[in-house]
């Protein structure tokens, strides 16, 4: 119950869903902005129950005239399973939503009206979510498959480019076919500033990755992945092909002696406390 009452406690309002709400009374469309408002609170917290569940740290969750986002304080670096159950938890809700929406009209407490109309928000939003941009979740999806297969950093770009892209064509589409579709451009619009500020803190992100990866916060690393990379490699170089759910071992070439072997951990030590960001890998092995 204590875990619960702090989940409900981290919930926060955006100021602007409080004059949508003020509108939705003027124009007599209250009821439609509430229903939205239940589907949209409880999707988030799907998501924030499943992250609570696997001892996530939960930052907030921000409920936005046209959608919310459930903040958590983890960067890449927990199991693949752990990931993909936090982000399904959201769109998942929406199928006890709709059958609780069925037998509560069978039942005569709901109109077939309000049946169809919640029905009908529901699969809005739940096809909403599932597009591939970030950070909706079907972005957030796409982002955690290219980061099992290629470097965390590089997935992550690619994920918020591709997700600029689909979003272009979008807006292309909404401009000739709904141009006077003034919620429609605020998503739009909110969806691109997001995509603008991930991308500028994109070096904030990958940073809290690897951080996290030295202080030992990574959760059942179980398969091991080389690089093998030149003895004239920096350190900064090599730390931006590493991978989540992967723990790395380096292999440094050199011609004028033995190969030489070394752990993550000594290059990511070597890089946050010995601060030696642009040494070439060789000199972390001389050092050591």
């Known amino acids: 119950m204590n875990k619960m009452f702090s989940l409900l406690m981290r919930i926060h309002i955006h100021p602007l869903l409080w004059l949508v709400f003020g509108i939705g009374i003027v124009t007599a469309s209250f009821k439609q902005l509430l229903m939205l408002f239940l589907i949209v609170l409880v999707h988030e917290l ?11 740290r939960i930052r907030k969750i921000m409920l936005l005239p046209f959608g919310g986002v459930a903040e958590v304080d983890e960067q890449g670096n927990r199991p693949f399973h752990e990931d993909v159950i936090v ?16 037998v509560l009209m069978t039942a005569s407490i709901i109109s077939p009206a309000t049946h169809e109309l919640f029905i009908y928000h529901n699969l809005l939003i739940l096809g909403f979510n599932l597009l591939p941009i970030w950070p909706l979740d079907g972005g957030k999806l ?16 690619k994920s918020l480019l591709f997700s600029a892209c689909l979003l272009a064509i979008i807006s292309l589409f909404a401009a000739f076919l ?7 451009w605020m998503i739009i619009f909110f969806l691109l500033y997001s995509l603008y500020t991930d991308w500028k803190h994109r070096q904030y992100v990958y940073m809290r990755f690897l951080l996290e990866r030295y202080q030992g916060r990574e959760r059942e690393i179980k398969r091991l992945k080389t690089l ?12 931006q092909q590493f991978q ?9 070439q050199d011609d004028k002696r033995e190969q030489m072997q070394i752990d993550e951990n000594e290059v990511l030590h070597a890089y946050f406390t010995e601060k030696r960001i642009d040494s070439p890998i060789d000199e972390l092995v001389s050092f050591y």
């Open 244 to 252: 989540r759910g992967y723990k790395h071992v380096i292999i440094i």
């Open 178 to 184: 709904y141009l006077q579709q003034l919620h429609l």
């Open 228 to 239: 093998t990379v030149s003895h004239e490699e920096k350190i900064h170089h090599i730390l």
């Open 46 to 56: 799907g998501h924030a129950f499943a992250a609570q569940f696997f001892s996530w």
């Open 142 to 157: 796409l982002f955690l498959l290219l980061s099992y297969r290629i470097p965390f950093l590089e997935a992550y770009k």
């Open 87 to 102: 982000i399904v938890s959201g769109p998942l809700q929406h199928i006890w939503m709709m059958g609780l929406s069925y």
